[in-house]
């Protein structure tokens, strides 16, 4: 519209000046129009018509400033725009190949790659023979790298990232010295690199490179249903299973069950039918399933398809179960036969993941050993060296006063902790914390708490109600909110759902009180303000040197047991993440750190090997080899060096080619003699994050090219981007000049001013 009335577009104007071409004659010309002015102000002076002195100024006016305009012509008024010269300046054409744009989301349903090259080179917009005809145009393709190219016509989206920020760079560096008058860029937006690209588009406005972006896809996934997440854990309940976390979102309004299911190749192994919230909130959940075999195997998991939905690749997602045991070993030592210590026994030796020892004092000098590996293992209650200690993952006190302890043994523990990396937990008890006088000694620098003599228990503190039923009776195990998000009081992968499982749980009737929490410590449970008393800190945890402690304030976790129904596990569930957290930090005197499970082709893989004598300090001098099996059982030799910032430290990097499941067996060698071995298994696949929120990211391009000084185009619009690249101002442009006094704007003004002048008097009524 605003170039059928002025002739030119909008460009044109805020890129060219305006001026006049009539020369020596515009003096004449003033006079002239002075002339006429002062004849009809003359004219409207000597009438008689108008009765009141502001109709004859309105009639003036209105007629005054027609006359003026068509008078304008004789001034001839041109606007002066830049225009290019022909193969004298570059422009370079940017099209988005990553995954996202196989989507088919573009006109009838045309993928946007397709519809990329559609504009440029097709019947709907044939951008680039424009282009060419007035600029020297070079084509790029590009996802997480850019790559220069004959053509983009036969483009295909194969790259499995979007590095905006590179592409732009790349561009740059490849023009350096070279006139380049503006960038296209066709993609939808999704850029998952974690650079800034607007910053880049600061460095192209000050180096006056415009950007002119064309936004292609969809502005919204109504119709999408996406599986975001899929996370695998070792099974708690489950004999050698796993426990898959699972993320989903529909956009959709959803009412009926959607089927999420687990395949082994092209065999349906599991499925659970979930209702989802719909409309773009998110779902949490849990998968378990038990695997047959006893090695790692690929899986893949996935959500039904929405009724035409148009982005399916985000449905399914690969996760690699690893039945194979790694084995924690923990030792608990009682006091004395109660009840907690049977039920916390109990779950903890049902637990395939945990060998479970035991030593449990019956009298004087007597102990009961159980999960003891030779006869004469801990005969005297406690280990008899730091090497037999640190043989251990994780150690407990249950109901035991520190004076069952020597100095020297206690002080054993906190370097187990400190120095071998293993967990400690304290429990709660009649003489354990303060109540147990453990204030003075190396067992209260672990504790994430600070323990107050001041406040031991002298009378139990009754916690019944007779009044209530017993289920009833007690206070409530509170968790925090950093507690619902921690591992060890996971029951629900859902924050709601896990603080709805532990609302429900029975009463517990018994706590130590505490003193203040040390900085650095996290209280993940509490005893809430009730009729029992004020607010207490129940489950405290901490990082302590390498290793991490905990401390429990109450010995009666076993009415979760009792109480609750026989088939509900939530008590052995919470006893086992609980040693299962604490023995994590524990290393093996090899130890391989792989930072993930899961890796995409040709991406380097850093290993970082650990290696510790039987002190757990590090080993300078091993020698760590590695054998790598890749998923056609090709074995080769993986060559590890020390690393001189990290002195047990031996690294390697890998750099897998074909997809499928890796094993990866390392040992270390110390003068001739293995001290350990660990093997590690991945995943090696594409990612699959270009498919994830595959939307068009409209605001931020609109952005992204408003701060590089260019345009947003709409694919219907994108025929503008030569016009708009034309117009810009360059070293090299040319001046052309073209005649405004044929806007039909200007004679339509005069049309409007005259036909309003006539109306408004016949409405008054005067002649």
């Known amino acids: 519209m605003f170039e059928s009335l002025f002739k030119f577009d909008?460009?044109?104007?805020?890129?060219?000046?305006?001026?006049?071409?009539?020369?020596?004659?515009?003096?004449?010309?003033?006079?002239?129009?002075?002339?006429?002015?002062?004849?009809?102000?003359?004219?409207?002076?000597?009438?008689?018509?108008?009765?009141?002195?502001?109709?004859?100024?309105?009639?003036?006016?209105?007629?005054?400033?027609?006359?003026?305009?068509?008078?304008l012509p004789l001034f001839e008024p041109v606007l002066i725009t830049p225009d290019v010269v022909p193969d004298e300046n570059f422009v370079a054409v940017l099209v988005d190949a990553s995954e996202s744009m196989n989507v088919p989301d573009g006109r009838a349903n045309d993928r946007r790659i397709d519809e990329a090259g559609d504009l440029l080179f097709g019947d709907r917009g044939a951008v680039a023979p424009d282009l060419e005809e007035h600029f020297k145009v070079r084509y790029y393709t590009f996802g997480d790298q850019a790559?220069?190219?004959?053509?983009?016509?036969?483009?295909?989206a194969g790259f499995h990232g979007t590095n905006i920020s590179s592409a732009l760079d790349h561009v740059l560096s490849d023009f350096r010295g070279l006139p380049l008058a503006g960038?296209?860029?066709?993609?939808?937006?999704?850029?998952?690199?974690?650079?800034?690209?607007?910053?880049?588009?600061?460095?192209?406005?000050?180096?006056?490179?415009?950007?002119?972006?064309?936004?292609?896809?969809?502005?919204?996934?109504?119709?999408?249903?996406?599986?975001?997440?899929?996370?695998?854990?070792?099974?708690?309940?489950?004999?050698?299973?796993?426990?898959?976390?699972?993320?989903?979102?529909?956009?959709?309004?959803?009412?009926?069950?959607?089927?999420?299911?687990?395949?082994?190749?092209?065999?349906?192994?599991?499925?659970?039918?979930?209702?989802?919230?719909?409309?773009?909130?998110?779902?949490?959940?849990?998968?378990?399933?038990?695997?047959?075999?006893?090695?790692?195997?690929?899986?893949?998991?996935?959500?039904?398809?929405?009724?035409?939905?148009?982005?399916?690749a985000n449905n399914t997602a690969n996760v690699l179960i690893d039945p194979r045991q790694d084995t924690l070993r923990v030792l608990y030592i009682e006091g004395h036969p109660r009840r907690d210590f049977k039920f916390i026994k109990r779950a903890l030796e049902d637990d395939p993941a945990v060998h479970f020892t035991s030593i449990l004092r019956t009298g004087t000098g007597k102990f009961y050993r159980q999960g003891i590996l030779q006869p004469d293992e801990l005969s005297g209650g406690f280990p008899v060296s730091e090497e037999e200690m640190f043989g251990f993952r994780a150690v407990l006190f249950g109901d035991v006063e520190a004076s069952h302890f020597s100095l020297d043994q206690l002080a054993m523990v906190e370097r187990f902790v400190r120095v071998r990396g293993g967990g400690f937990g304290m429990l709660g008890g009649r003489v354990s914390f303060a109540d147990g006088a453990y204030w003075d000694n190396p067992i209260a620098e672990l504790l994430p708490v600070v323990l107050d003599p001041d406040r031991r228990t002298v009378v139990p503190r009754n916690f019944s109600d007779e009044e209530k039923p017993v289920e009833e009776q007690g206070f409530r195990f509170t968790p925090t909110p950093i507690g619902l998000e921690n591992p060890i009081l996971r029951l629900a992968a859902s924050p709601s759902e896990n603080q709805s499982r532990w609302s429900q749980m029975p009463g517990l009737t018994s706590v130590n009180l505490l003193g203040p929490v040390k900085p650095g410590a996290a209280v993940l449970a509490?005893?809430?303000?009730?009729?029992?008393?004020?607010?207490?800190?129940?489950?405290?945890?901490?990082?302590?040197?390498?290793?991490?402690?905990?401390?429990?304030?109450?010995?009666?976790?076993?009415?979760?047991?009792?109480l609750l129904d026989a088939e509900d596990g939530r008590h052995a569930r919470f006893w086992r993440q609980f040693v299962r957290w604490l023995a994590a930090s524990a290393p093996e005197r090899v130890n391989v750190d792989l930072e993930s499970d899961r890796?995409?082709?040709?991406?380097?893989?850093?290993?970082?090997?650990?290696?510790?004598?039987?002190?757990?300090?590090?080993?300078?001098?091993?020698?760590?080899?590695?054998?790598?099996?890749?998923p056609f059982g090709t074995v080769s030799e993986v060559n590890f060096q020390p690393d001189l910032g990290d002195a047990q430290s031996y690294r390697a990097t890998l750099l897998p080619?074909?997809?499928?499941?890796?094993?990866?067996?390392?040992?270390?060698?110390?003068?001739?003699?293995?001290?350990?071995?660990?093997t590690q298994s991945f995943l090696v696949r594409p990612s699959r994050k270009e498919y994830y929120d595959a939307v068009l990211k409209r605001p931020f391009l609109e952005r992204l090219a408003d701060e590089a000084g260019g345009y947003y185009y709409t694919p219907n619009d994108a025929g503008a981007i030569t016009t708009n690249l034309r117009s810009r101002r360059t070293s090299t442009?040319?001046?052309?000049?073209?005649?405004?006094?044929?806007?039909?704007?200007?004679?339509?003004?005069?049309?409007?001013?005259?036909?309003?002048?006539?109306i408004w008097r016949r409405r008054k009524g005067l002649p």
């Open 147 to 156: 790559q220069r190219v004959d053509t983009a016509a036969t483009a295909t």
């Open 183 to 312: 960038v296209v860029m066709l993609t939808d937006g999704g850029d998952n690199s974690g650079d800034v690209p607007l910053n880049m588009a600061e460095s192209f406005r000050g180096r006056d490179i415009p950007l002119h972006i064309v936004g292609l896809g969809r502005e919204t996934a109504d119709r999408e249903r996406e599986l975001l997440e899929a996370v695998v854990h070792r099974g708690i309940d489950e004999a050698t299973g796993a426990e898959i976390d699972v993320k989903v979102r529909s956009w959709r309004a959803e009412s009926d069950p959607v089927a999420i299911s687990l395949y082994q190749g092209d065999d349906l192994v599991h499925t659970d039918r979930q209702i989802l919230k719909g409309e773009g909130k998110i779902d949490q959940f849990t998968l378990y399933y038990e695997p047959e075999g006893t090695d790692a195997a690929e899986y893949s998991l996935r959500i039904d398809e929405a009724p035409d939905e148009l982005n399916t």
């Open 733 to 758: 442009s040319i001046f052309t000049i073209d005649y405004l006094w044929d806007m039909p704007f200007l004679y339509g003004m005069v049309l409007v001013l005259l036909s309003a002048e006539w």
């Open 599 to 630: 890796f995409a082709p040709e991406e380097e893989i850093p290993v970082r090997v650990d290696v510790y004598d039987e002190g757990f300090l590090p080993v300078l001098d091993a020698d760590v080899h590695g054998m790598l099996t890749d």
């Open 657 to 678: 080619s074909a997809e499928g499941v890796y094993s990866l067996d390392v040992a270390a060698v110390i003068d001739g003699s293995e001290v350990g071995r660990q």
């Open 10 to 71: 909008r460009i044109h104007f805020e890129e060219g000046s305006v001026g006049f071409q009539s020369g020596s004659a515009t003096a004449l010309f003033i006079v002239m129009l002075i002339a006429l002015i002062a004849g009809l102000v003359l004219l409207y002076r000597t009438t008689d018509r108008f009765g009141r002195p502001r109709d004859r100024a309105l009639s003036f006016g209105l007629r005054a400033a027609a006359l003026l305009l068509l008078c």
């Open 526 to 562: 509490e005893k809430p303000d009730d009729e029992f008393g004020s607010r207490e800190p129940l489950l405290m945890v901490q990082r302590y040197g390498k290793g991490r402690s905990a401390a429990l304030a109450t010995a009666s976790t076993w009415r979760w047991q009792m």
